[in-house]
């Protein structure tokens, strides 16, 4: 069972950057489409970028574009957001997950990653 775990959190002010990460624990990471999503309080989680098996990113957020980088290396197994131009809307703890390709399935339905970590908590302030 692969295990994710984010890091890079903090707390940051208006205009900032920080670059978070996520680990993955096994090899099976190479071969999953991998996601960076958000949640702050009392809101639902939600997607901010998205990228395919080879590093390709297919989604950004709208609120995100322009500011935020999502990458991968997958010889290092790891997941990159690279987060600048931070404002106090993009506070949240932030999630890495992962979804397998199978049929029947799509990279934009949350509910069809399989694999997520603990999240990390990102705080903007003015």
């Known amino acids: 069972q692969m295990q994710l775990a984010e890091s890079g959190g903090g707390s940051v002010q208006v205009g900032g950057s920080l670059r978070l990460s996520c680990a993955a624990s096994i090899h099976t990471f190479r071969s999953l489409t991998m996601g960076w999503f958000r949640q702050a309080p009392g809101k639902e989680r939600e997607m901010v970028a998205v990228t395919d098996v080879r590093g390709t990113a297919i989604y950004y957020d709208d609120s995100v574009k322009g500011r935020f980088t999502i990458s991968r290396d997958n010889a290092k197994n790891t997941l990159t957001l690279q987060m600048n131009s931070l404002k106090p809307e993009d506070a949240a703890i932030y999630y890495c997950?992962?979804?397998?390709?199978?049929?029947?399935?799509?990279?934009?339905?949350?509910?069809?990653?399989?694999?997520w970590g603990q999240g990390t908590q990102v705080t903007v302030s003015s």
């Open positions: 997950a992962g979804q397998t390709r199978r049929l029947g399935t799509t990279w934009s339905n949350i509910r069809d990653y399989d694999y």
